[in-house]
């Protein structure tokens, strides 16, 4: 099967320090993998390269076979960063569903499933600000899944959450990898491991099996 996401041989330096220094990685459709790595190790510097958002130094990330662009469409790879990137003017339910909306589609219940899913069906109307890093995380999420992307990448999607929500969420990226998605996450979270078909880890700069 031929990979959704495929790096090879990506480096990234940030001034002298060299980050990424040689990474290989692979994900499949249908594939939950994880990536371990500790803090500061280089985790969520490879997602913005592997995402498009920044460039690597050299090597090469493919998207579906094609070398990533920086914007590359929301239904081909979502993302789901860290910093959880809301738009503050829209509300939650608008956020959710303006990946729909960037396709020329009508938002359909998908939005409000998703919501209602993950906890947060009441709070459709309230703007990101209104709302815990916990409930933006899952509406960040939510948004995230709403388009059926081919690949998810997932930065700590679990950080913000309390122990019940967890498996919520991994029942989602679960879910999503069962119906097709290449969902890659970035975690710290062990019962987020556990889940995983593949555990990756990244060591000094370099991605191998855990
Ligand atoms: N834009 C940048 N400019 C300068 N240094 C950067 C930049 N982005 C990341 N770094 C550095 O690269 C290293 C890796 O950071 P990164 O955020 O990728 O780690 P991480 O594995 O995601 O950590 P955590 O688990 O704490 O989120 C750190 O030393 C960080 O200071």
């Not at 309390?162 to 119906?179: Q, S, W």
């Amino acid at each position: 099967m031929s990979p959704i996401l495929s790096a090879q041989a990506v480096r990234r330096s940030f001034g002298q320090v060299e980050v990424l220094t040689g990474v290989d990685l692979e994900v499949c459709a249908g594939e939950f993998v994880t990536l371990a790595g500790p803090s500061g190790s280089g985790k969520s510097a490879l997602f913005a390269v592997l995402s498009g958002f920044d460039s690597a130094d050299s090597g090469e990330v493919l998207l579906l076979g094609e070398r990533m662009s920086a914007h590359p469409a929301w239904q081909d790879c979502a993302v789901l960063p860290q910093v959880m990137g809301l738009a503050d003017e829209l509300t939650v339910a608008e956020n959710v569903a303006l990946p729909l909306r960037l396709r020329g589609e009508e938002p359909t219940a998908r939005v409000q499933e998703l919501l209602d899913e993950l906890g947060i069906g009441a709070l459709g109307d309230r703007y990101p600000t209104e709302l815990s890093f916990g409930q933006r995380q899952r509406a960040a999420l939510a948004r995230a899944l709403a388009p059926r992307p081919r690949l998810l990448l997932a930065d700590e999607p679990t950080a913000h959450l309390d122990h019940a929500t967890v498996p919520v969420v991994l029942g989602l990226l679960k879910r999503a990898a069962d119906e097709g998605t290449a969902v890659l996450v970035a975690t710290h979270d062990n019962e987020v491991h556990e889940a995983a078909h593949r555990r990756l880890r990244l060591v000094e700069g370099r991605v191998r099996a855990a």
